[in-house]
């Protein structure tokens, strides 16, 4: 079955940065379009940034500028790469695709704070 394992988040200062990474098993990583969400307490999951197979990937507005996502599908791997981050960014992130997404993984804790 679909396995998608997020990891790399902590506790980060206002204007640091963070690389999250998502291993994703069980499907033909090269044939699907990834995403990044993220869910901040007591909101709704939001979309926050997705990579397609082929393709420019595209970022929600409160994020353009500061974050990148990138894919490897030799390793079946999706990254978030954070950067000026923000209190407002403060969530779980979790990984999965796009449209119909998969069961969701455990996600990973971003926290920033001073």
């Known amino acids: 079955q679909v396995q998608l394992v997020e990891s790399g988040g902590g506790l980060v200062q206002p204007g640091g940065s963070l690389r999250l990474s998502c291993a994703a098993s069980?499907?033909?990583?090269?044939?699907?379009?990834m995403a990044w969400y993220r869910q901040a307490p007591g909101m709704q999951r939001e979309l926050v940034a997705t990579?397609?197979?082929?393709?420019?990937?595209n970022l929600a507005d409160s994020v353009k500028g500061r974050f990148t996502i990138s894919r490897d599908n030799a390793k079946n791997m999706v990254y978030l790469q954070m950067n000026s981050l923000k209190p407002e960014d403060t969530a779980v992130y979790y990984c999965?695709?796009?449209?119909?997404?998969?069961?969701w993984g455990q996600g990973t804790q971003v926290t920033v704070s001073s």
């Open positions: 999965n695709r796009p449209i119909s997404p998969w069961a």
């Open positions: 069980g499907i033909i990583f090269n044939h699907n379009n």
């Open positions: 990579i397609p197979i082929v393709g420019r990937p």
